[in-house]
Every structure is written in C-alpha cells, then in structure tokens.
C-alpha cells in the first residue's frame, strides 16, 4: 500500500515539475542583429513572434564597438544574423563566420540597399548622379530594385565572408544606410522575407507591420522634403560624416568635423580650414551628435561665433532616450526641427 503511495506521489511530482515549464515544443527562432537603428526595423516587423537581439548595447558608439569574444560565441544559437558590413562592425565578419557555420541565415545589408560612395570628411560636396546604385541578389536570391521583391531560390545564404572584399570595389562606401529613409525600407523588405522563411505561419502579422514601416518611412521622407526646401542656407556643418545620405537627398552640403567614424581626431590644421569654412558658409549652427566627444566641436565652434545644436545619427539609444520613449521616428523627426532651425537663420 505505501509502496504504491509512493510511486503515486512520484509522478505527481513530475507531473508538476513538467508542468512548471512552458509547453512548446520550439522555441521562437533567435534573430542577432548588430545595431540598434536595424534592430528598431526588425522589432517593429518580428518582436511578437520571434526573439529579436541587439548586440551593440544602448549607449556604445558602434564604429569603436569590440564584444568580448564570449559576446560573439554567443551568436551560435542564432537562427539569423543581420548587420551593416561596410567596416561599420569590425567584428561582423566574425560574427557572420559563425553564424553561417552553425547554419544560420546571414544577411550584410550593405550588399542590398542603394549606397553612396565616401568622399571625405571635411567638404562632402554632394555631386550629380554620384551615388552608387547597388541592386543585387539578397541572401534569399532575390533582387531589389525599386522595392520590388521577387521570390527566388535560396542560392546564396551562406557564402564565405571575405573581410567586406565588395565593400571596397569601387572606394570606399558611407556606412550609415540608416539615414536613407529608400534603403530603410528595402531593409525592412528583407527583414520580412527572413522572418517568413524562419516562421512562415507569420506571414501574415509580418507583411502587415512592414506595410505599417514602410507607411511612417514614407511620411517621414515627406516631411524631410517638405522641411528642407526653400531654406536660407544648405550647408550643415556636423561632428561627423553621418548625415551624407540626408545630405545628397534633400539638397544639402555636408562639412563634417572628422571622417566616417567619429573616433576619428582632426589636426589643429583641419580644425582651422573648418572654422574658416564655417565662417564662410555663413552658418550659424554646428551640429554635435549624441554619443560623441564635444571638445573639436565646441572649440570651432567658440572660434567661428556657432551656437551648437544636437543632430543624433540615431546609431544607438542612450539611457535617456530609452526613459522618455524615444525612437528611430521620433529622433529623425527632432533632427528635423534642428535642420530647420539651422538652415532657416
């Protein structure tokens, strides 16, 4: 009798125990991906049926941006990895290597949006048809061109990383697609394949968030447009070449303190061309960005009579952005109340 008590009790308690967990079967595919103006994309399309990561935390500068080799091993489990290429991660291609070895999907996104060429840091003068058009076959053989999206074989997903070896075909690219409010939408186009291929029965609420991006992209690039015209002057002076995508597509002239990374520090002979450029812009704004050192800017600033105002590349959040609800949109949307304000006084 006590015997059979026991066996009893025995499986109640695993009965509970098994019922302490939860019942799937699966666990949501894990997608990694590398910055966080990519990664508000891709939560915006899959954060409710998918684990979406991002791996250069809030707060970090990404172009200096080294994970500890365990940040990296932790890749291995990831279903998908998504990143910018372009020597923007330097860690990416390490990155990819184990992802695509493991049998995750990789995608490097500056080999699908339309890119344009770098062309230096302190005078950026946006030239006619300059850009560099780039329409090819993503990592699921398909061709974007125009937001158009073909369904095509799967032929090239896990190709061999070497270290960006396009990246660098033809010079060498600005790594800020993110602030192409076009190449934001073809992203959020491959996002949307990749998610359907590691959740197809999400196809649904998938297309149906990307339709709701796509939309607010949309709006956004109207009220750039809107904004920006008819303004007294169209030349931003900024701390660092972010902003050439916004510059070449509404009109402007980019004059930026330091180069494509802002780790980049100027000689006292660049800062003395730039404030002799600043006062003969006739500007009366520099734009500083958030996550960067003031003290270039502030001295060019003093020494060409600049008020400074904030433009944020929106390359990661900071503690305060994250407290006050602050996102890719919204930021964009401040950034353009500050163009205003600079480029009408």
Known sequence: MFRKIAVIMVLIAGLLFALSFPLTAESSPEVYVSIYPIYEIAERIGGESLEVHQ???????????EPA????AGLEGAAAFVYVGLGLEAWGERGARIVAEQGGRVIKLGDHVELREYRGPHNDHQEE??????NGED???????????????????????????????HGEYDNHIWLDFENMKITAEILTELFIYLEPEGEEEFTAARDEVKQKLAE???????????LKHDTIIVSHAAFGYLADNYGLEQIAVTGISPEEEPSSRVIADLIEAARASGVNYIFLETLASPRTVEVIAEEAGLEILTMNPVEGLTTEDREQG???F????SNLENLKQALGE
């Open 326 to 328: 602050r996102d890719y």
């Open 129 to 134: 048809d300059s850009n560099d058009h780039h």
């Open 55 to 65: 791996v250069v935390p809030d707060g970090v500068e990404p172009h200096g941006y």
């Open 69 to 72: 080799p365990r940040e990296v």
């Open 220 to 230: 956004l690039d109207a009220a750039y447009r809107e904004g920006l015209k008819d």
């Open 139 to 169: 990592d699921y053989g398909q061709h974007h061109d125009e937001d158009e999206h073909d369904n095509h074989e799967e032929d090239s997903q896990n190709q061999d990383h070497d270290e960006d070896s396009h990246d660098h075909l």
């Open 330 to 333: 919204s930021i964009m949307y």
